[in-house]
Nanobody, 115 residues
Framework: QVQLVESGGGLVQPGGSLKLSCAAS????????MGWYRQAPGKPRELVTT???????NYADSVKGRFTISKDNAVNTAYLQMNSLKPEDTAVYYC?????????WGQGTQVTVSS
């Protein structure tokens, strides 16, 4: 059973930065794709960004130029660097991984952007 564990969430002021981490219980090179989704209260879960096995990335329009996804295969961890945070970025952020035949989700980490 593959597990993903997020960390790095918290409270930050508007304009601030946070870096989320997603640690996998096995080699992330086995993931076809990894990514981050988020869900704000009363709203559906939405895609934030993805990265393929070979490093191709995709971003939601709302975060382009502010968020950066990356991964380090050596430590089996994916990251989400979030800069210029806005109150509307407040949500629970979920790490996601696609392996052949299955989707894997982390438990989520809360990000709150507020003054």
């Amino acid at each position: 059973q593959v597990q993903l564990v997020e960390s790095g969430g918290g409270l930050v002021q508007p304009g601030g930065s946070l870096k989320l981490s997603c640690a996998a219980s096995r080699s992330i090179f086995s993931f076809v794709r990894m990514g981050w989704y988020r869900q704000a209260p009363g709203k559906p879960r939405e895609l934030v960004t993805t990265i393929t096995r070979y490093g191709s990335t995709n971003y939601a329009d709302s975060v382009k130029g502010r968020f950066t996804i990356s991964k380090d295969n050596a430590v089996n961890t994916a990251y989400l660097q979030m800069n210029s945070l806005k109150p509307e970025d407040t949500a629970v952020y979920y790490c996601y991984g696609r392996i052949p035949g299955d989707d894997v989700w982390g438990q989520g980490t809360q990000v709150t952007v507020s003054s």
